[in-house]
């Protein structure tokens, strides 16, 4: 898991905080792989799965995003 936090300094005493977190989601290999109308079981990974999320907050708002490499979220 990869995270960092920076302060931004805004008009007047007012700080913007942002924080960055990125990290690997991937199922391991056994896992049975979604799609498809029989059982599938992945043998290996071709690219790591990766969630990604950015946080920024100016102490009254606080608001997220997230990226997610994924077909479906059970």
């Known amino acids: 898991?990869?995270?960092r936090q920076q302060n931004i300094k805004q008009k007047g005493n007012?700080?913007?905080?942002?924080?960055?977190?990125?990290t690997d989601i991937s199922?391991?290999?056994?896992?049975?792989?979604?799609?498809?109308?029989?059982?599938?079981l992945s043998t290996r990974a071709f690219?790591?799965?990766k969630?990604?999320?950015a946080v920024?907050?100016?102490g009254k708002l606080t608001?997220?995003?997230a990226a997610v490499d994924s077909c479906g979220i059970e």
Request: net charge positive; proline share 5%; charged share 15%.
């Open 1 to 3: 898991m990869v995270l």
């Open 14 to 22: 007012n700080i913007m905080k942002a924080g960055f977190c990125t």
């Open 27 to 40: 199922l391991p290999v056994g896992y049975n792989i979604s799609g498809g109308y029989v059982r599938n």
């Open 47 to 49: 690219d790591p799965l």
């Open 51 to 53: 969630i990604r999320a």
């Open 56 to 58: 920024f907050s100016d």
């Open 63 to 65: 608001t997220a995003i």
